[in-house]
């Protein structure tokens, strides 16, 4: 039975019990593997005299108290928990328990991916594999002994160091491992499983030498090469860039095929989906390498960003991991074009951060309450808590923001700590008050800036006048001001001069009095804050930004306003004449000195799900045909261009470097346009069919099925046969099925899911079809008819009992039903009531549903 009572931040108290040791061994087994826990407990309070331990899903063998067995009347056992009486100051706890891994299809505690034994215990999964007191301010020494069949299980993985092994009777061998530092249960892993093993070493600053080792499935070797190298550059980068140098002898990645997140960071012993290991020129795409490359670089980050310091409850998860995507978004900024990958930062904001902000399960950055803690594994936590983190960094300056991680080190290493702890060592260190700042933290939703602009003529004085207004969210009504950095550009013909201006109360004016005729201001570089901006500027200004700008996110983003403010007039009336000055506009900026991959970044138009944030409430169909209007007029007005960049590097052969990747990403943006003219539909079956690597297969497939063009299925026949045997491949290969844009989807999608290579017990796998199917097929999800509504949740309702915590990520989409027009409102709530009515709903999804439905 789940237990949907809420949890409280306010509520927080410390426990009244440490574990200062926990010697684990696990007898791997199918369908009973025993797990012997003997713990160290020390009371912190002399009154305390029970002792409350997490267990779920277990099977209770034995307890012994003191090395006395306990009789089922010594303890209290429930169905998340076993209490137990403490009289001793010091005592020993030695707990039996029995799992069943091949049944665990939720993919949390011990479960098995494929052959491998695998365990993923964050948030909350460690209470599936024994009693223990699950909760990061718990930081315990674990030496762990594991057990498994020789021949299936060649290798026994967990933290920290190899102390012994040995083989034992029965073809049964073992291996011990002890981690040093203390840590709490969320880092604790095992693995056991018969891998290809590569392996290498990495010099310290410092000069200790540490084994590389990343284990994959059996023939997979060759494709763990970039993920290697991106380990060793994310090591090299920490210590240039923070001084932080890895702490163990020994760095293990593991990859596995089933697995609910991206990957995990268990201390010495990453578990990765095999997603973000694996890849190579004929099976991954260059935003494939990009991602594996920030992934592991991600992962590694959290050894200090999370494991040495670490969070004090769920509550404050974003300290670890608002820091670490920062981290990691700095890494790629420095590994690769800046402005691409803060573009695609801003993106994935746009898209998907406000929209969940917006809807019924908006929260802050450090939420207050939490039912299902598997819940806020959020954009809001990740991505704007990075964006938070970014605007201390704005703020403070990159040595003053070093020298507050130092601090925080300094007086944190070792300890379980909040997001409080974080910013007043930054404070500190740069001798600033962010007591106002701090409210980022706690409140939720969107600020939306609100821009007034004035030029004097007399007296030359130019002012910037702006407001912010902080709209109530469903979790909260009252809002106060925040404290805003906004960077800005004032481009006039002296010349172009930066400004920094912080936003403190609601509504504020900055006065410029060296100007001579009014500039042109650019707003919010490089995105300085996480928040919406309402700013009325005309083509020539935002065109004169899109060429005059020194920050190339203001370029870029000027750009996508003229999208959207043509968008915006094509909604209000579908016959609006776009004017021919656009695509002037836009000549210029295709034969600008950029580099490619930027210039192709500023050809993408918005995306369907930005551009919902924009204009919600509204009809996705009257959305998307404008979208589709205003493509194929740029396609129509800049053709020649287009095709002329196209076979410029139509022929090229592949090469894994900027330039190269550059190279392909404006040939394939200008692929993309070519196919909305039903001329040039043959380019993508000559490119799929002469592509010798998966970013340019993709494309073409890409453009095929969004376009429905008629080769498609031929196209994907081919495909298929060829990538059958590679999962990874295959999970591309239903998302392109599911994105294709034809009436007889619905058909497709029924087939597609009794494929005997679909399975909703593997994540990537279910994500690749639902997930991209609510995702990249807009027209058909939002079908008029409910049908699209109706898919996800069938899908959702078997999820449920399958795999909760995926059900309850596919379930965004349709929660966020206030975004579009009433009719589809009522259709996506008649889904949501349904699948409330579940008999078995997971705490996962009822969460949600109880936020949306009331
Ligand atoms: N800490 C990991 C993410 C993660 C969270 C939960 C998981 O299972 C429920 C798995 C991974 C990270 O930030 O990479
Ligand atoms: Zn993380």
Redesign the pocket.
């Known amino acids: 039975m789940s237990d949907f009572t809420a949890r409280y931040l306010k509520d927080y108290r410390p426990s009244e019990f440490t574990i200062n040791t926990i010697d684990l061994t696990f007898e791997l087994d199918d369908h009973k593997t025993i797990v012997t826990s003997e713990m160290s407990v020390t009371k912190k309070s002399t009154t305390a005299n029970k002792l409350t331990l997490d267990g779920e899903q277990l099977k209770l063998i034995a307890v012994f108290y003191n090395n006395q067995a306990l009789a089922p009347s010594d303890y209290q056992l429930n169905d998340d928990s076993l209490t137990l009486s403490i009289i001793d100051c010091e005592s020993t706890i030695k707990i039996i328990t029995e799992i069943d891994p091949v049944n665990n299809t939720s993919l949390?505690g011990l479960f098995k991916s494929g052959g491998a034994f695998c365990t993923?215990c964050?948030?909350e999964?460690f209470r599936r594999i024994t009693y223990y007191l699950d909760r990061p301010d718990v930081m315990a020494r674990f030496t762990t002994k594991v057990i498994a069949d020789k021949t299936l299980y060649p290798f026994l993985l967990s933290n920290g160091n190899k102390v012994s092994s040995g083989t034992l009777d029965g073809n049964f061998h073992y291996v011990t491992w002890e981690d040093p530092f203390p840590k709490p249960s969320y880092l604790f892993a095992v693995v056991a499983g018969d891998f290809d093993l590569l392996t290498d070493s990495y010099v310290t600053s410092s000069g200790r030498d540490v084994r590389l080792e990343i284990f994959v499935d059996k023939g997979n070797k060759d494709k763990a090469h970039h993920a290697m190298a991106s380990l060793k550059h994310s090591m090299r980068w920490d210590e240039d860039t923070f001084g932080l140098e890895y702490d163990l002898d020994i760095y293990m990645i593991v990859a596995v095929d089933f697995?609910?997140?991206?990957?995990?960071?268990n201390k010495g012993l990453n578990v990765f989906n095999s997603k973000f290991v694996l890849a190579d020129k004929e099976t991954a795409t260059d935003t494939d390498y990009f991602n594996i490359e920030a992934?592991i670089a991600?992962?590694y980050f959290?050894n200090w960003t999370?494991n040495r310091v670490t969070c004090r409850d769920w509550f404050q998860l974003s300290l670890?991991?608002g820091l670490?995507v920062f981290r990691d978004q700095q890494f790629s900024a420095d590994m690769h074009s800046a402005a691409v990958t803060r573009i695609q930062n801003v993106r994935v904001l746009r898209s998907q951060q406000f929209a969940e902000d917006a809807g019924p399960m908006s929260h802050p950055i450090r939420p207050e309450k939490v039912i299902e803690m598997?819940n806020f594994?959020t954009l809001t936590v990740?991505e704007k808590g990075a964006e938070v983190i970014r605007m201390l960094h704005t703020l403070v300056g990159q040595e003053q923001f070093k020298q507050g991680i130092d601090l925080y080190f300094k007086r944190f290493d070792g300890q379980a700590v909040t997001c409080e702890d974080f910013i007043n060592a930054m404070a500190d260190a740069a001798s600033i008050d962010l007591t106002l700042f701090k409210r980022w933290y706690s409140q939720s939703g969107t600020p939306l800036l609100t821009v007034e602009e004035n030029f004097d003529e007399q007296s030359k004085e130019y002012t910037l006048l702006v407001k912010q207004t902080n709209h109530p969210t469903k979790d909260q009504q009252v809002k106060a001001a925040l404290h805003i950095p906004i960077a800005i550009e004032l481009i006039s013909e002296c010349g172009t001069k930066a400004k920094l201006l912080e936003l403190k109360s609601n509504s504020e004016q900055w006065h410029f009095n060296d100007f001579k005729t009014k500039p042109i201001v650019g707003f919010l570089a490089g995105f300085s804050a996480p928040v919406k901006v309402n700013f009325t500027q005309s083509n020539n200004d935002l065109a004169t930004i899109m060429t005059k700008a020194d920050d190339e996110f203001l370029r870029w983003d000027a750009g996508q306003k003229l999208y959207v403010d043509t968008i915006a007039k094509l909604i209000a009336d579908e016959n609006y004449q776009i004017p021919l000055q656009l695509i002037d506009i836009l000549a210029v900026q295709l034969k600008s000195d950029s580099d490619l991959a930027l210039i192709a970044e500023q050809f993408t138009l918005p995306n369907f799900h930005e551009l919902v944030e924009q204009f919600k409430p509204v009809n996705p169909i009257v959305l998307l045909n404008a979208i589709e209007q205003l493509k194929t007029f740029i396609a129509q007005g800049l053709q020649d261009e287009f095709l002329a960049i196209y076979k410029k590097h139509a022929d090229k052969i592949y090469q894994n470097h900027a330039d190269a990747i550059g190279e392909r990403a404006i040939k394939n943006m200008a692929l993309s346009y070519l196919m909305t003219l039903s001329s040039y539909h043959d380019i993508a079956e000559q490119q799929y069919a002469n592509s010798d690597n998966m970013t340019d297969s993709l494309a073409s497939l890409n453009s095929a099925a969004t376009n429905g063009i008629a080769a498609f299925d031929t196209m994907m026949a081919s495909f298929e046969k060829r990538w059958s045997r590679t999962a990874l491949v295959m999970d591309k290969w239903f998302s392109l099925q599911a994105a294709y844009k034809g009436n007889d989807v619905f058909e497709r999608l029924t087939k597609l899911s009794q494929h005997p290579l679909f399975s909703l017990k593997n994540p990537n796998r279910a994500r690749s079809l639902i997930g991209a199917f609510t995702h990249s097929n807009p027209r058909f999800f939002h079908c008029s008819t409910g049908k699209g509504y109706q898919f996800l949740a069938d899908q959702i309702c078997k999820l449920n009992d399958i795999n909760p915590?995926i059900a309850s990520r596919l379930i965004t989409s349709l929660i966020q039903f206030k975004d579009f027009d009433k009719n589809r409102q009522e259709l996506m709530k008649q889904q949501l009531v349904r699948i409330s009515t579940l008999s078995s709903l997971s705490k996962d999804l009822k969460e949600k549903l109880d936020a949306a439905l009331s």
């Open positions: 949390e993923q964050e948030a999964g697995f609910n997140m991206g990957a995990m960071e992934v991600h992962e959290h999370g670890k991991e670490t598997n594994y990740y915590q």
